[in-house]
């Protein structure tokens, strides 16, 4: 068991150093106050990209934002903190402002990891880059079927694709 993880964590920092070579990333903002957007600024030249958002991050800053840049053709994955087992989850599809510039192409869960009670698991969103401009996704994590529920996090990506 240990060294599956130490594996799985082997390939988690490959990935990260291969995305981080590939990308320049600014943060701004308050990160101790949850009333105060995260931003950071991600720019990606050729290949598709990761990014990631760690259960951490949204306990410090529950609404976070995020600018990236990249071509037509190519994308972005998002991985979100997941935890299901608290009722809570990302929704299916994420809101986006101009479907000629970005599409979402994909969304899955992974369990986490184990057998330990409580553990987080993962949701991926990925956007594909279909046209030149500016465009916003929007996602929201809450329990389905609260209505009028409030969010308990929120990711918002404004993506420009060249």
Known sequence: MAMKYRLIMLGLIAILAVS????SSETT???????????????????TSVE???CNEF????????EITFTVGKGVTVILCSNRSTGFQWGEEAEISDTSVIEQTGHSYTAPAGDKVG???QE???FTGVGPGTATAY????????????????CTLTITVK
């Not at 981080?20 to 990308?23: G, M, N």
């Not at 903002?29 to 290949?47: F, L």
């Not at 209505?147 to 929120?154: D, K, Q, R």
Request: hydrophobic share 30%; charged share 25%.
């Open 20 to 23: 981080l070579l590939a990308c």
């Open 29 to 47: 903002g308050e990160n101790g106050d949850s009333s105060q957007p995260t931003k950071r600024t991600t720019s990606y030249a050729a290949a």
């Open 139 to 154: 996602m929201e994590y809450s329990r389905p079927g609260d209505s009028g529920a409030e969010a308990e996090w929120t």
């Open 124 to 126: 991926k969103f990925v």
């Open 59 to 66: 306990e410090k800053n529950k609404h976070i934002t995020d």
């Open 119 to 121: 553990a987080a698991g």
């Open 52 to 54: 990631f958002y760690t």
